[in-house]
């Protein structure tokens, strides 16, 4: 009885080496495949984000572009009218609502201040910005107060203040 055994216990062994081959080989058709498919879906995926992305970049940098050209179209302050015969610019307020602290500036009080804002004088860059002529303006029209631009050197101060 135990004489023929050694003929089954190859042939078992041969049966299982085949199914471990088979099932090594249908695991791989269906995993490559699967995995194929996965990576093909997600690659489609990945390249729309990117072509969108791409479309949004190009849509920002036109935005970016226009925006620069209307900003290098722009006077300074739009607000601002161009005054005649050596005049100062005026504001007819406060640019955002907001006036700088004028008496900060030595030779600026309360009461010089207060005549300041109500000739269009609210900010250290408008008075930071006045050429010579703009200054003998100021000099001989504030009342009460000539002299006083040029005497307190207020240009210096604004400019060091409005930074």
Known sequence: ???EWSFLIGEIWGLLIMAALLGLLTGWVIW???AQEVIETETKRLRADLDASWVAQNEKTAQIKA???ELSEQKPFDDVAEAPDGKPVF???PRNGKADSLTKIKGIGPKLEHLLNNMGI???DQIAGWNDAEIAWMDENLKGFKGRVSRDNWIDQAKSLRS
């Open 91 to 93: 504001l007819s307020e």
């Open 67 to 69: 925006l620069r050209t």
């Open 122 to 124: 609210y900010h250290y």
């Open 1 to 3: 009885m135990f004489q």
């Open 32 to 34: 490559g495949y699967g």
